[in-house]
């Protein structure tokens, strides 16, 4: 088992930023991909972000791509997630997820096996 806590979600203004953090343990954190997904209102559940086991392999939607920055610090065993240029869009609930490696990165939410509570973020005009 995993288990995964996410921090950082808040009210924030349009333009602005903010800085996700998603901490495991219960496992090896090295030997797991990690992923931050969306899920606003009304929405099924968005791929935003993943990474690799060392950090070095990045993959991103392409809503986000150029804003968000997604890392990781293995001697922490914590996920990051930096937002930047938030937007309403942007408005959601953010969950933290985590699986076992696999040759290639998997986006569908169905395909993580361990997720955290999830922590909002609103951005306001």
């Known amino acids: 088992q995993v288990q995964l806590v996410e921090s950082g979600g808040e009210l924030v203004q349009a333009g602005g930023s903010l800085r996700l953090s998603c901490a495991a343990s219960g496992q090896t954190f090295i030997n797991y991909y990690m992923g931050w997904f969306r899920q606003a209102p009304g929405k099924e559940r968005e791929f935003v972000a993943a990474?690799?086991?060392?950090?070095?392999?990045?993959y991103y939607s392409t809503s986000v791509k150029g804003r968000f920055t997604i890392s990781r610090d293995n001697a922490k065993n914590t996920v990051y997630l930096q937002m930047n240029s938030l937007n309403p869009e942007d408005t959601a609930v953010y969950y933290c997820a985590a699986r076992r490696g696999t040759s290639t990165m998997p986006v569908a939410p169905a395909q993580w096996t361990y997720w955290g509570q999830g922590t909002q973020v609103t951005v306001a005009l």
């Open positions: 990474v690799g086991w060392s950090g070095s392999s990045t």
